[in-house]
């Protein structure tokens, strides 16, 4: 079957459309958090704008689960090109995303200047979402939307 006839199936259109919303909304997500983390730390943050102390709780952060937030936000971003390229790269580096996002959340709850920032109201409509998407991207690999053959290399590639 020719790869654009896959495109033109309306369940796999769908569910293109719905997982790449689904990502859209993940990285905006974290992508926010980024900006919030940096803004605390150059000092262009509003004090007490949430009524939490964003300077004493980004300050509190270990240095390797700064590395881990900003590396999931910056793989989940090359997801979405890798999305757009129909790549079946996606999968491990949305994988590796999800992980360190989960590992970052996961010693978040151990932070008692967490505590009113966060919780089960933002954690587990994100974990619903990155399930969800997931399982939407897992399903398009499945229907050989996304190019399986990218793994190998190619003739006439070096």
Same mark, same amino acid.
Request: hydrophobic fraction near 55%; charge should be neutral.
């Given at each position: ?6 495109? +033109? !199936? ?8 719905? @997982?790449?919303? /689904?990502?859209? $909304?993940?990285?905006?997500?974290? %992508? ?53 390229? +129909? !790549? ?8 590796? @995303?999800?992980? /360190?996002?989960? $590992?970052?959340?996961?010693?978040? %709850? ?49």
């Amino acid at each position: 079957m020719d790869r654009n006839d896959l495109g +033109r !199936s309306p369940y796999v259109r769908w569910l293109s459309r719905f @997982s790449l919303l /689904l990502l859209g $909304l993940h990285t905006i997500y974290v %992508t926010g958090w980024a900006v919030v983390d940096i803004a605390v730390r150059v000092g262009v943050w509003p004090t007490g704008l949430w009524g939490w102390d964003g300077e004493a709780f980004f300050a509190s952060l270990a240095v390797w689960q700064e590395v881990a937030f900003f590396s999931s936000t910056v793989l989940a971003q090359f997801s979405i090109w890798l999305h757009f390229k +129909r !790549s079946a790269l996606i999968i491990p580096v949305f994988l590796v @995303s999800y992980f /360190l996002y989960r $590992l970052d959340s996961f010693f978040l %709850t151990l932070n008692d200047l967490f505590n009113g920032v966060g919780g089960f109201e933002t954690f587990a409509p994100m974990l619903i979402l990155q399930l969800a998407l997931l399982l939407a991207l897992m399903l398009l690999w499945g229907e050989g939307y996304f190019d399986r053959p990218a793994f190998r290399a190619r003739p006439g590639r070096t």
